[in-house]
């Protein structure tokens, strides 16, 4: 199933966290599929980033600079917006950082989700909504395939753990208010997400493409770690078939949902390193030598789910996602208009072409 045209064509879209990577492209694929957004996140976290480069401001309805942890000013937002349909983007999504920081984390991604929810709750305009946690909120038991929406919740690092809490919190208020008020929320895990326009730390994809333009050594921390790669377009499609399916159906589609890969594109580090020098030979990598914080070794998602009841499916292999991300770096360092490339790009995936 394709995302629908018709449907989004003056839908009403309060979006959280369009100022970072994945809310940047999604927000220009809203505004591309004539959806009325309003964006509500903290500014552009780094510099440069995809929010400005590629100008996703100009087609907001409204663009509000806000944090999910003030409910009030979260709420006031929604509720002068008025939405059909809320997608909640916005997180502390690094967990590294998490170990840094662990008190901002649970505050932005467990309180941040009870203050959005809460929003919702005072906003009877919403009829739909998808709360959007990670891969990483499953009790990783580093077992060969791949987790499915039904197994258990848990998290060993602060980041992996708030994103479980999420998820409960999702569950129940899902439960306790927002089903009998006749609204349909969903939550959805996906992958690691590479493409264009990331330039946060700590990710594979940014720190290679910032060690290429620096002429610096790449340093990796884990090259045998195996993870769900897959390109950013592949889950936000999965977020907006979601979306028109708890529009249109409500209760029944308003559960926890795996926006994953391809068995065969969940990789090791050390694969992703060896398809990105056959494009740039000039690459120089080595491990970090310093003692690491702990991360999963091997994560896979089962989506089974999504193919049978929403009929989505991954489009782009991952060979494909990977020359995507290194021709949108090229074309920015070569000073190409970005929101042309990069919705040039949207369509190509939701054309087939390649």
Known sequence: MVVQCDFWQDKKVFLTGHTGFKGGWLALWLQSLGAKVTGYALSPPTEPNLFTVANIEQGLINHIIGDIRNAEQLKAAMQ?????????????????????????????????????????????????????????????????WGYRENEAL?????????????????????????????VALASARAGNVIGGGDWATDRLLPDFLRAIDANEPLIIRSPEATRPWQHVLEPLSGYLLLAERLFTDGAD????????????????????????????PDVNWQCEPAPQAHEAHYLKLDSSKAGQRLQWQPCWRLATALQKTLAWHEAWREGQDMQVLTLAQIHGYTHGTI
């Open 80 to 144: 002068a917006a008025q939405p059909d349909i809320v997608l909640h983007l916005a997180a502390q999504a690094l967990v590294r950082y998490s170990y840094a920081n662990p008190i901002e984390t649970y505050s932005v991604n467990v309180m941040g989700t009870v203050h959005l929810l809460e929003a919702v709750r005072a906003t009877p305009s919403v009829k739909a909504v998808v709360n959007v946690t990670t891969d990483k909120c499953y009790e990783n038991r580093e077992w060969h």
């Open 154 to 182: 848990g998290g060993f690092d602060p980041y992996s753990s708030s994103k479980g809490c999420a998820e409960l919190v999702t569950a129940a208020y899902r439960q306790s208010f927002l089903q009998t008020a006749g």
């Open 253 to 280: 589609f308003a559960e926890a949902w795996n926006f994953g890969p391809l068995d065969e594109d969940a990789r090791s580090v050390r694969w992703i390193i060896e398809q990105l020098a056959t494009h740039r």
